[in-house]
Structures are given as structure tokens and as C-alpha cells.
């Protein structure tokens, strides 16, 4: 990426030509004092260290959403086959209660597991 070069204006009329965070940071010494440079100096790389954590906080939660889409998608679809199994034994001509029975509790326990 292209850094952009400002001109800034300091109250004794100089103009200073800041490209970089540095540039800046010397220009603050200058005028404020070299204490206040190394102070601003410090929280802009505390903030950096802050936006760094934020920016692997964000890609850890994106990719953890990306698999629990995943997961639910598969047990969704596990269950939507269980219904339509469950759905054959009610269609046969002899509903068989035990076989109905045992996938009405594999359902519920499906969802009870997920809950």
C-alpha cells in the first residue's frame, strides 16, 4: 500500500511533511517534548497490539460461526432423515409402535443432545 504524504502546519508557521507515523512522532517531540513523544508512541503500539488481538479475536469467532453452520447443518440433516424414516414406518400398511417408537426416541434424543 502507498503511504500518502500529508503537510502539516505547526503554530510557528513551519510546514512539516509527515509520510509516516514517525515523521509525526518526531514532529510531536520537537514541539511537546520528547517525554510526550515516547507517551504517544507507546499507546500507539498498545493500540496496534489492541487491534491486532481484535482482528484474531474476530477471525476466531468468523471461523468457529463457520463451523457451527457446519455442525448444524449435518445434525439438521440427520434428523430431517430420521423423520422421513420414521414417516416410511407410519406409511407401511402395519405400523410397527416398537420401530416407530425407537426413532421417535432417536429424534428426541438427537435433540436433546444438541440442546
Known sequence: MEEIMHVLSTPDKRQWIIGEM???????????????????????????????????????????????????????????????????LLRAPRIDKRKVSEKINDISRKCWQEM
Open 22 to 88: 514517525k515523521d509525526a512522532l518526531d514532529v510531536i517531540g520537537r514541539y511537546a517534548g520528547w517525554e510526550i513523544r515516547e507517551y504517544v508512541e507507546q499507546n500507539i503500539k498498545d493500540y496496534d497490539a489492541l487491534e491486532s488481538d481484535f482482528d484474531q479475536t474476530i477471525e476466531n469467532y468468523d471461523k468457529e460461526e463457520e463451523e457451527m453452520k457446519e455442525h448444524f447443518s449435518s445434525v439438521l440433516q440427520d434428523i430431517r432423515e430420521m423423520v422421513d424414516e420414521t414417516t416410511e
